[in-house]
């Protein structure tokens, strides 16, 4: 299993790291596509529909509008119109597809889509490898740091009817290890703000990379499944591993935007 986990990710991350280094924003927008592709497939299986029926079709068509054609979403009469079809399936379907079920499956391709529109914005913007960098860095050390906190220093858990491995501790460590990770590379890669702007964007992504988390074991929970999918041996599915980074990249966007450029001068 160990040795598994460890071909998947070495695969996935030098595949990561080309597109990054080599590529430019077209090329991350459409690997971005793909794992959000991936991962709205996932979760409308999770929730028990065919990965290759209407409702997983509809998850991807709205995936992808969102992440290639985002300015046709400003428009308040095309967010209605997807309102309008949820609520108009259930009636023409006959009710052989409920309207909670339409919901479940519109808001998970919403929530999937943003992540990774959000994704591909903050490599397009000017130095924007610096900071998709700078939020990659934070959630990998985010991670690092609440399972190596978490593991010597427990006490008591987070939410242990959400997931039960997850201590206070943990997560306090996360946002400190979030934080400096930032500090670090914003000092190094591009020292041209002060170190407290890095480590407070660090500290939010860290947050809502946590939050990210969370909320998908809590979606895993309630569909009784432990993990995503099978599409990466010895990790589980996309959604598995790009949870933290869907969650926290639109607030990393937000303020970046209009913090960085706005608010902190």
Same mark, same amino acid.
């Given at each position: %299993? /160990? ?12 595949? @990561?790291?080309?597109? /990054? ?9 459409? $690997? ?13 299986? !999770? ?9 997983? $079709? ?5 995936? &992808? ?9 400003? #428009?308040?009469? @095309? ?9 108009? @399936?259930?009636? *023409? &379907? ?5 309207? #909670?079920? !339409? ?10 889509? @943003?992540?990774?529109?959000?994704? +591909?914005? $903050?490599?397009? !913007? ?14 990998? %050390?985010? =991670? ?18 959400? +997931?039960?491995?997850?201590?206070? +501790?943990? +997560?306090?460590?996360?946002? *400190? ?22 480590? $407070? ?8 990379? #946590?939050?990210? =988390? ?12 432990? =993990?995503?999918g099978k599409l990466l041996p010895g990790h589980g599915g996309m959604l598995d591993r790009i949870d933290s980074l869907l969650f926290a990249s639109p607030f990393a966007f937000w303020i970046i935007v209009h913090g960085v450029h706005?608010?902190?001068?």
């Open positions: %299993m /160990l040795k598994t986990r460890v071909i998947t990710a070495t695969v996935a991350g030098l595949v @990561v790291l080309a597109v /990054l280094v080599i590529g430019n924003p077209t090329a991350w927008r459409a $690997l971005v596509w793909l794992a959000t592709v991936a991962g709205v497939v996932e979760f409308t299986t !999770m929730h028990r529909a065919k990965w290759f029926g209407p409702l997983t $079709l509809y998850g991807v068509l709205l995936v &992808s509008l969102i992440e290639w054609f985002p300015r046709f979403f400003y #428009q308040p009469a @095309v967010l209605f119109l997807v309102v309008a079809v949820v609520i108009a @399936v259930p009636v *023409f &379907s006959l009710n052989r597809v409920h309207v #909670q079920s !339409m919901a479940v499956h519109t808001f998970g391709a919403l929530y999937i889509a @943003v992540g990774g529109y959000s994704l +591909s914005e $903050l490599r397009a !913007m000017p130095v924007g490898w610096f900071w998709l960098w700078l939020l990659l860095i934070a959630v990998w %050390m985010t =991670d690092t740091a609440a399972y190596f906190v978490g593991r010597f220093v427990k006490g008591p858990k987070l939410l242990p009817e959400i +997931s039960p491995k997850k201590t206070i +501790s943990g +997560s306090v460590g996360g946002i *400190f290890g979030g934080a400096i990770g930032a500090v670090i590379f914003g000092a190094i890669a591009y020292p041209t703000y002060a170190l407290w702007i890095y480590a $407070l964007l660090g500290a939010v992504i860290s947050v809502f990379g #946590q939050f990210g =988390d969370l909320i998908e074991s809590a979606y895993k929970r309630a569909a009784n499944v432990k =993990d995503s706005g608010w902190f001068h």
